[in-house]
């Protein structure tokens, strides 16, 4: 069956505001390289990642269900934040907002009796747990050690480990 307009519409924003995620991300990640922290600019880029391939899960979707994309323009985001915990909050609060799209995504599936969306939407609400979790994880660690030192330059080595792979493809989050 055909996607519901008002379900296709709040997924093309949707769509947006992943991409305005992932752009936001690779922002930070420039910003983690000029300051020569090069495990959080890693992180960072692989969020920038995981960003797109959000984007695209939602856009494969609404194409597989006969829907119209509707890419909209990605604003402007932020070049420059105080401090690494500067950082990791702004993408807490960030993640937050996601969430709570998320869910107003599957609020108007539901209430559209568009039970398919809904399932693939639960995907990305078992996402954005995990998403907020990993971000909580890493505000700890960093009022744990502090900005500098040896604390920051192992969790930069830490953070550098981390390696992409597209949840997106295996169901896995
Ligand atoms: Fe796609 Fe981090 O939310």
Redesign the pocket.
């Known amino acids: 069956m055909k996607i519901n307009k008002n379900v296709e519409e709040i997924l093309n924003k949707q769509i947006t505001a ?1 991409l305005w ?1 992932a752009y936001l991300y690779l922002s930070m990640s420039a910003w983690c390289e000029t300051k020569g922290l090069k495990g959080f600019a890693n992180w960072m880029r692989i ?1 920038f990642q ?2 797109t391939t ?1 984007a695209l899960k939602i856009y494969d979707y609404v194409l597989s269900r006969s829907g119209e994309i509707k890419l909209a323009p990605i604003t402007e985001v932020e070049n420059s934040w105080n401090n690494l915990l500067h950082v990791f909050e702004e993408t807490y609060k960030h ?1 937050c907002l ?1 969430t709570d799209m998320i869910a107003k995504c599957y609020e108007v599936a539901v209430s559209e009796k568009d039970h398919a969306t809904a399932s693939m939407l639960q995907w ?1 609400i078992n ?2 747990t995990e ?1 907020e979790s990993n971000v909580l994880e890493i505000i700890d660690q960093l009022k744990l050690v502090g900005e500098k030192g040896e604390g920051i330059y192992l969790l930069d080595k830490e953070l550098a480990t981390r390696v992409f792979v597209d949840a997106t493809q295996n169901g896995a989050n």
């Open positions: 992943e995620s969020q995981e960003e959000h993640e996601v990305f996402e954005q998403e």
